[in-house]
């Protein structure tokens, strides 16, 4: 596959097919000490975001107090536990996400919007700074109506914030959560693993005054 194909979302009939088989996931968070995988308390939400390369935006959650676990996986595409390599090659239609499970009496859901709008520039499209193609395109993935109101409501505010700073319009999709495929056992926490690993990942500088 061409590198302007992995600019492009496949069909589902053209995406890759995949496998039954998970992949294997931790049974704790390397920083954390919880779970990865639900069930997860019931006062916990979740919402998964896609905003670039996976490693630096679950560093930017797990530090955050309030929430409960992290992880990294493959969503809002169309093949079936699909390979880090497969994911790259544009085949899969899936984007690079971070499922984060919170505690809204701790961290309100418009603080973690904060952190996810001002921690990547959501106007870039397929592409997150140097990491260009498919599964770096931003993606917030709500798990019931008041966070999809809350993600709307903070889009338009952020984008009038970036509209007054010069940058074009966001491209972030904004749906229901799907399912998440578990990427491999090497990506989850990578940066606490590998501190000086690459992250990719930069702001606009923008602040999204959500309230």
Same mark, same amino acid.
């Given at each position: 596959?061409?590198?302007?194909?992995?600019?492009?979302?496949?069909?589902?009939?053209? #995406?890759?097919?995949g496998r039954e088989d998970n992949v294997p996931v931790p049974a704790q968070h390397f920083v954390l000490g919880r779970p990865l995988q639900p069930p997860f308390p019931k006062t916990l939400e979740t919402v998964q975001f896609g905003m670039g390369c996976f490693w630096g935006a679950e560093r930017?959650?797990?530090?955050?107090?309030?929430?409960?676990?992290?992880?990294?996986?493959?969503?809002?595409?169309?093949?079936?536990?699909?390979?880090?390599?497969?994911?790259?090659?544009?085949?899969?239609?899936?984007?690079?996400?971070? +499922?984060?499970?919170?505690?809204?009496?701790?961290?309100?859901?418009?603080?973690? +919007? !904060? +952190?996810?709008?001002?921690?990547?520039?959501?106007?870039?499209?397929? !592409?997150?700074?140097?990491?260009?193609?498919?599964?770096? !395109?931003?993606?917030?993935?709500?798990?019931?109506?008041?966070?999809? /109101?809350?993600?709307?409501?903070?889009?338009?505010?952020? /984008?009038?914030?970036?509209?007054?700073?010069?940058?074009?319009?966001?491209?972030?999709?904004?749906?229901?959560?799907?399912?998440?495929?578990?990427?491999?056992?090497?990506?989850?926490?990578?940066? #606490?693993?590998?501190?000086?690993?690459?992250?990719?990942?930069?702001?606009?500088?923008?602040?999204?005054?959500?309230?």
């Amino acid at each position: 596959m061409g590198f302007a194909a992995k600019l492009e979302m496949p069909s589902a009939e053209s #995406a890759l097919p995949g496998r039954e088989d998970n992949v294997p996931v931790p049974a704790q968070h390397f920083v954390l000490g919880r779970p990865l995988q639900p069930p997860f308390p019931k006062t916990l939400e979740t919402v998964q975001f896609g905003m670039g390369c996976f490693w630096g935006a679950e560093r930017i959650f797990w530090q955050t107090n309030g929430v409960y676990t992290t992880a990294v996986g493959y969503a809002g595409g169309y093949t079936a536990n699909p390979t880090y390599e497969e994911v790259c090659s544009g085949g899969t239609g899936h984007t690079e996400v971070v +499922l984060v499970a919170f505690d809204a009496h701790i961290v309100a859901f418009t603080e973690i +919007l !904060r +952190l996810f709008w001002e921690g990547h520039d959501p106007t870039q499209g397929m !592409r997150q700074g140097n990491d260009m193609g498919t599964q770096y !395109r931003s993606a917030i993935y709500v798990s019931n109506d008041e966070q999809r /109101q809350a993600a709307v409501h903070s889009k338009t505010s952020f /984008q009038e914030a970036l509209g007054a700073a010069g940058y074009g319009l966001i491209s972030t999709e904004i749906a229901a959560q799907v399912e998440m495929f578990y990427a491999e056992h090497y990506h989850q926490q990578y940066l #606490a693993k590998v501190p000086n690993g690459y992250c990719g990942l930069g702001g606009t500088g923008v602040s999204c005054g959500v309230p």
